[in-house]
Structures are given as C-alpha cells and as structure tokens.
C-alpha cells in the first residue's frame, strides 16, 4: 500500500510544494515544529534512509543544501537544522527547519497549521528559490 507521501507526490492527498523534480519533491509539514518546516523526500518509496542507493541520496541532500539556502533567506534563522527521523511514515524523508537553538528541533513543538498559512509559506519559500535560480521550484 502507497504511503502518505507517495499519496501527496501522485496528487491523490494535497500538499504544499516547494520543490520538484524527477528523483525528490519538498513539500511543508502540516505538524511543524517551526514556522518553514519542510520534508525532502524521494520519490521512490523507500522506508529506510539506509536503504537508498547512494546517488538517490546524494540527490536529496543536494535538493536539500539547495533548499536550505533558500530557507535561510525565506526564514532567517542561525542556522536550517537537518533530521532523518523516519518513524511517523515509511517513507525516507528529511525535515529541515529553520532552528536558532538544539530545542527548536524538537518534535514536541509540532503542531497543526491551517492549509492557507501551509499554501503561503510554501509561496514564500518558492519564491526565493526561483530568485536563486531553481527552476525546480517555478510550480506554478
């Protein structure tokens, strides 16, 4: 059975997407645990991150610098902290999120946001992206 994710990449569940392209798309979290919070994930269902072949995931942390880049700009933040946790869905994904302290990646902060602030920021960080040059973010 397709999990959550592959669901939101065929369209069959809405997602707000920043990013894609024929291996990886990044869309926003509907629990962020800050305001910008993105997953990286690989088109391929693949549970284990472990488990990708190496260029899939050298793939998706370039898809993720890149998006990180952008972050930085669209969120400014110290720094766009990185995890692989993996336990919520079967599915490889990394969470980047715009982080000024250890406890701003904890998943204690996660919460519920309304589609339109999903769909803004999702714009937002977009935005920037195209202005540094990925056309793997121009969705519309």
Do not use: N
Not at 4 to 32: C, L, N, R, Y
Request: hydrophobic content about 50%; overall charge negative.
């Amino acid at each position: 059975m397709p999990s959550v994710f592959s669901k939101i990449i065929a369209g069959d569940i809405p997602g707000h997407f920043v990013w894609k392209d024929d291996q990886a798309v990044v869309f926003m979290t509907i629990e962020p645990i800050r305001e910008g919070h993105v997953l990286v994930v690989p088109r391929e269902e693949v549970d284990h991150w472990d488990d990708l072949p190496p260029a899939l995931l050298a793939h998706l942390i370039k898809v993720s610098q890149a998006v990180a880049k952008g972050l930085k700009e669209a969120y400014p933040a110290k720094r766009v902290g990185m995890m692989i946790a993996g336990l919520e869905v079967p599915h490889t994904h990394i969470h980047l999120a715009p982080m000024d302290s250890m406890g701003d990646l904890s998943f204690e902060h996660a919460h519920s946001v309304e589609a339109a602030a999903l769909a803004a920021a999702a714009k937002r960080i977009r935005a920037v992206l195209v202005k540094q040059g990925h056309a793997e973010a121009q969705l519309d």
